[in-house]
């Protein structure tokens, strides 16, 4: 849940009584992390929406639990205190020295890709998105949004002094945006919990180097011991070209060449009081033409704005695969893409353009495929999914970047 347009939280589901984890650990925080534009999102649809288009461009901040810092040169003058730019105190998480911490994270970004990361403390990622992984350990976390992971951290060293804990912009050029930052302080006799760490806060990875964010995508297994058996083989297969077109003059997101508009009458109402004109009767289609289609370059004007829904049989068992391509400025960006009341098995990720016809489904994990509920789709690239339709209803399947479903880059199985 996006904190720009006003909700913000984190459930925590706990465990059955007696059940045992995989892993164990003293103590618990969660960690939220989002950004912040100091322009309203009603300030930002206007021009998301407005012909010629203005994007949202990056936020002014990021934000750790709430808490943020911007650079103060950029505000208007008189909003910012100039000797004080950090404006307010960081959050603060503390540690007990010796002690294994249980950090539950999500982000709640509206548009940014992070790389969250703690000076010092190597993470070891045990649980994505609800579900245990096999696990691994990282120096930090990429971690889109609309995600959840938790990771182990051991609050072992000196307990003398604090330490930053870092989110960084990847994947967008962040450049008037400042990390957020947040420290780490050891509950320890005569150390100050308000003293800046010593260092100078991680700088994060360089925000265009994709492979590495892949890769991280690609060490995520399920655990040994709870791999959800998947069934062998898909009913069906939607295969989704993600990409911007120019519709009457406005840009738009499309899925194969349908930008998605919400009907003015929920799906569910209309379907229960058969209300055949409240949204698109005929349907969506299922591929792009993959064929032909150049994913490096700007998609061809032949989008169209509508509100038609991917008809599913309960029960069945469906694959699609995410296909990047480039947006009218000829550039890929990372689309985050989260499914509503499913979780599906994540089958794999490819370079470049997905051909159903060649040996694409033999490159796919079939044997311990984590599950997750979004799943990024990084640039010039392809992500793969299945899940079963077990959950009838009317569903949203949507990039996350709000300013995307926004311009329509969503699809609705149902
Ligand atoms: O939807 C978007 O629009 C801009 C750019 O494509 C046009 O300005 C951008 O970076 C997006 O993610």
Redo the contacts with the bound molecule.
Sequence with gaps: MQRVAGLNGMIVVTVPEGFVEPFSYDEEHTVLLGDWWHKSVYEQATGLSANP?V?VTEPQSLLINGRGMFNCSLAPSGTCNASRPDCALPTLFTAVPGKTYLLRIGSLTSLSSLYFEIEGHPMMVVEADGHYVRPFAVRGLFIYSGETYSVLVKADQDPRRNYWAASHVVGRNPSQTPSGKAVVSYAFNGNNPWMPPPTAPPAGPPWNNTAIRVDQSRAIFAHPHFVEPMPARADRTLLFLNT?NRIDGH?K?TINGVSLMFPATPYLVAMKRGMKDAYEQRPPPDMYDHMSHDISAPAPTNGTVGSPVYRLALGSVVDVVLQNSN???NKS?THPWHLHGHDFWVLGYGEGKFNPAADAWRLLNVRDPIMKNTVPLHPDGWTAVRFRADNPGVWLFHCH?E??VF?GGGAVPG
Excluded: D
């Design positions: 288009f994007f911007q840009i997101w947006m009218l400025n960006e970047v300013a995307h311009m």
